[in-house]
């Protein structure tokens, strides 16, 4: 087992046989996968309400809620799903957040994936999370504080591992909802001003990939209803 010390040693570490691929982009170190095989979702819409957008468009909070996609100059650059590894992670959201929650499993094979666990796991793939999220300003000062700007990135490291003043990191909320974003294409994104208008949003995650399997006031379906 790992120290205190060691788990936040900053130096790179090289390791040629990890299995995911990086961006093209050389600026973005986080870690993509594609071979994800089932992610889950809690949403507020019902069924119905999925069907009629298509499946899922890119998250509206993905300018001050974090994400794994390309973020540069203040704002996203890729749009993103937020997601859930496991049925559990899904489920520990679901019981944070206030009012009835539709529960999905999404068919994720050949998607592009970024999983917070993965992205925490070693000294190089935090460094460049770290590297990452200091990106994002909202998301820092809400974590962090609105002091973020004057630490050191061995201390925003440490603390965005271990929280500030007892309070849960970022690390603990993110993982132990095992959260993880399905990242689109940069056609994909669309204004946040969108979501209060009539137009069509793109879709990120196809009806064809969706399965309700139950509610937060019901749990699990008897029999999964597949929407496209």
């Known amino acids: 087992m790992l120290c205190l010390n060691d788990r936040f040693n900053t130096s790179l570490v090289k390791n040629n046989t990890q299995p995911y691929i990086r961006n093209e982009h050389c600026m973005y170190n986080i870690i993509v996968e594609k071979n994800i095989e089932t992610l889950f979702r809690a949403d507020s819409r019902s069924p119905d309400e999925i069907k009629k957008a298509g499946g899922f468009s890119m998250s509206g909070s993905i300018n001050n809620a974090g994400t794994l996609g390309r ?17 559990r992670g899904m489920r520990c959201f679901a019981d944070d957040m206030p009012g009835e929650k539709y529960f999905y499993q999404i068919n994720s094979h050949g998607l592009s994936v970024a999983r917070y666990e993965k992205n925490f796991e070693t000294p190089t793939a935090r460094r460049n999370l770290t590297l990452h999220l200091q990106k994002q300003s909202a998301l820092m000062e809400k974590v962090i504080g609105s002091h973020w700007k004057s ?35 940069e056609s994909q994104l669309h204004s946040p001003n969108l979501f209060y208008t009539y137009e069509p949003l793109s879709i990120i995650v196809s009806l064809d990939r969706i399965i309700f399997i139950g509610t937060k006031s019901r749990g699990k379906n008897s029999l999964p209803v597949k929407l496209g």
């Open 71 to 87: 973020y540069e100059n203040g704002r996203a650059i890729e749009p993103i799903v937020y997601t859930a590894e496991t049925l």
């Open 151 to 185: 630490l050191t990135e061995p201390a925003l490291m440490r603390l965005l591992f271990l929280g500030v003043d007892g309070e849960k990191s970022w690390y603990d909320l993110t993982t132990g909802a095992q959260e993880c974003h399905i990242i689109g294409s």
